[in-house]
T-cell receptor, first 108, second 116 residues
Framework: QQPVQSPQAVILREGEDAVINCSSSKALYSVHWYRQKHGEAPVFLMILLKGGEQKGHEKISASFNEKKQQSSLYLTASQLSYSGTYFCGTATGNQFYFGTGTSLTVIP | DVKVTQSSRYLVKRTGEKVFLECVQDMDHENMFWYRQDPGLGLRLIYFSYDVKMKEKGDIPEGYSVSREKKERFSLILESASTNQTSMYLC???????????????FGPGTRLTVL
């Protein structure tokens, strides 16, 4: 029931784009995205509700395809500050599960 | 500024000891959570509380218990610590709603527990 994230790890140069995927085997009510920097607490990025809406904040956006039970996080023109581990969280029925995380490293 | 605080950043205990991890939030949130975080396994829910004195088991409750006597405070108890409970423990809080309709969760800084 834990969603599957891919890739597990990615290394980017500043200015490059990245996509992180989150896939569930169950029908989803919502998808949440969090970022955790090394040694810090996870911080909320956004929630996407079923209906296929796409949300964004500056250069980080996400989509939610409820038919495919998938969500993708898009990071464009990555900055050094984007480094960290990204977690998706999926709400289904009365359950909520975090994925195993995607480590993203942005290098100069 | 909203805040979730945890009693210790680092804790070292011996096998068989009773361990208390405390979490306090100042946002008047109904929901509080205890997660453990292990490399490659992400965040796994241990217990969830949706109101004072109310609790639900999460995905990995074995070996743990919780207490919520006041709205702002949620305690995680390891009755008899074992080495496989060595982990990072994260507390979180959110506004009300069941696990299927959760909103934003606010996390504390975590407690790294080592059981020798």
């Amino acid at each position: 029931q834990q969603p599957v994230q891919s890739p597990q790890a990615v290394i980017l140069r500043e200015g490059e784009d990245a996509v992180i995927n989150c896939s569930s085997s169950k029908a989803l009510y919502s998808v949440h995205w969090y970022r955790q920097k090394h040694g810090e607490a996870p911080v909320f990025l956004m929630i996407l509700l079923k209906g296929g809406e796409q949300k964004g904040h500056e250069k980080i956006s996400a989509s939610f395809n409820e038919k495919k039970q998938q969500s993708s996080l898009y990071l464009t023109a990555s900055q050094l500050s984007y480094s960290g581990t990204y977690f998706c969280g999926t709400a289904t029925g009365n359950q909520f599960y975090f994925g195993t995380g995607t480590s993203l490293t942005v290098i100069p | 500024d909203v805040k979730v605080t945890q009693s210790s950043r680092y804790l070292v205990k011996r096998t068989g000891e009773k361990v208390f991890l405390e979490c306090v939030q100042d946002m008047d949130h109904e929901n509080m959570f205890w997660y453990r975080q292990d490399p490659g396994l992400g965040l796994r829910l241990i217990y969830f509380s949706y109101d004072v004195k109310m609790k639900e088991k999460g995905d990995i409750p074995e070996g743990y218990s919780v207490s919520r006597e006041k709205k702002e405070r949620f305690s995680l108890i390891l009755e008899s610590a074992s080495t496989n409970q060595t982990s990072m423990y994260l507390c979180a809080s959110s506004l009300g709603g069941g696990r299927g309709t959760l909103g934003e969760q606010f996390f504390g800084p975590g407690t790294r527990l080592t059981v020798l």
